[in-house]
């Protein structure tokens, strides 16, 4: 693995390091407090090219590499992670499931969108009794022949009100377990699909976050992502890739909490210098550099495994784990740094802080990636 970004990495990189210090950061603040979900700017990183970062050209997407995706997250999750999580949504999930698992006419008329930012996705999985866990699916989707009738309930869903396609897992036949599970793709306005409120969240609250209600949903068989039983494999895949972006935004987070704190050091004076020079602060900030450094090289690393066709279900998993762990405790660290004005808003670390904790929660709990991990390591 070359650790060395080569310039077209980096011109990406700076690309989005710009988007995120002129158009995310003015607002990010009222975005937050106000749970505003930003459609302008939403609309811009489509225009760039981030909503499909990895979608193949033909397709309307970028052809980019996942070290391009994972540059673009880190640096959008420095400012802003709720812009971060929808540009993930869409990526990890969504487009590279229609493209690695969909047919040619599932391209052409969701994924070219998808891609493009014309269409926002949505991936749903996760149920009230059925975090992760896509085995234990209460949804069902019943075969009628030409069409399936979609029951159930989602929640947690990003993106939940404001995407224009959703997939959905759901079980067709309990009595074949795993086999018996398959993915759908749902549009927006469909007869018995409603959208429940929006979750109040401690942060990323500039996201929409919701709970969906599938009452009796017609869902065309040309609408089923895959051979039929094949729902759970997709689902498992396309999580893996989706922790390589959560464990990316991850990154920004802990990488932006670092930055806004190492600058605060080097202006804010006590005991007649700069507080950066003081052995309690000087100490902090040598570990959060060194935790950010070690975490972005695991992510480099799953990102690469992805890039090079090796499998990176375990890689993902480490990267997420350990990526997550350095956001939370470093961006409250960060907090520490800034001291009582760190409890202030216009700081920014406290909503830093408070974004960090959902990336230990969605993609899997960090329990989940343990068991991941602890799988791989332990089979003969």
Avoid at 69 to 88: C, N, Q, T
Avoid at 109 to 134: N, Q, R
Avoid at 233 to 260: C, D, H, P, V, W
Avoid at 336 to 344: E, L
Wanted: hydrophobic fraction near 35%; aromatic fraction near 8%; charged fraction near 25%.
């Amino acid at each position: 693995m070359n650790f060395n970004l080569s310039e077209e990495h980096k011109m990406i990189r700076d690309a989005a390091r710009d988007f995120a210090q002129n158009e995310l950061l003015p607002g990010v603040i009222e975005r937050d407090e106000n749970q505003h979900f930003p459609n302008d700017l939403v609309k811009k990183m489509g225009d760039l090219g981030f909503l499909g970062i990895m979608v193949d050209p033909k397709y309307g997407g970028s052809g980019m590499d996942t070290i391009s995706y994972v540059l673009i997250m880190e640096e959008l999750s420095k400012i802003d992670a709720s812009a971060s999580v929808i540009v993930s949504v869409n990526n990890s999930l969504v487009c590279y499931g229609l493209e690695a698992y969909g047919t040619e006419e599932q391209k052409q008329k969701y994924l070219t969108k998808l891609a493009t930012g014309e269409f926002v996705g949505a991936f749903c999985l996760s149920e009230p009794e059925a975090g992760s866990d896509a085995t234990s699916q209460k949804t069902t989707a019943i075969d009628k022949g030409d069409h399936y009738i979609l029951n159930g309930t989602k929640n947690w869903i990003t993106n939940g009100g404001r995407a224009d396609v959703y997939l959905v897992i759901a079980q067709t036949d309990r009595d074949k377990g795993s086999h018996g599970i398959n993915a759908f793709i749902i549009e927006k306005g469909m007869e018995g699909f409603h959208i429940g409120p929006k979750e109040n969240k401690l942060g990323i609250r500039g996201s929409d976050t919701h709970t969906l209600q599938f009452n009796d949903v017609k869902v065309p068989i040309e609408n089923r992502i895959g051979d039929d039983g094949s729902g759970f494999r997709f689902a498992m895949k396309t999580l893996s890739g989706g922790r390589i972006g959560i464990a990316a935004q991850a990154l920004g987070i802990a990488s932006g909490a670092y930055e806004l704190a190492l600058k605060y050091s080097k202006e804010r004076k006590a005991f007649g210098t700069e507080i950066c020079n003081h052995q309690a602060i000087a100490f902090k900030l040598a570990d959060m550099y060194s935790d950010i450094e070690a975490a972005r090289y695991l992510v480099m690393r799953a990102a690469w495994d992805k890039d090079q066709g090796k499998n990176y279900d375990v890689s993902s998993a480490v990267a997420k784990l350990q990526a997550s762990k350095v956001a939370m405790q470093h961006s409250t660290e960060a907090v520490q740094i800034f001291g009582g004005n760190g409890f202030v808003k216009d700081y920014h670390v406290e909503r830093l802080m408070r974004d960090a904790k959902i990336t230990q929660i969605y993609e899997g709990t960090s329990e989940i990636q343990k068991i991941v991990i602890s799988r791989s390591i332990t089979k003969d």
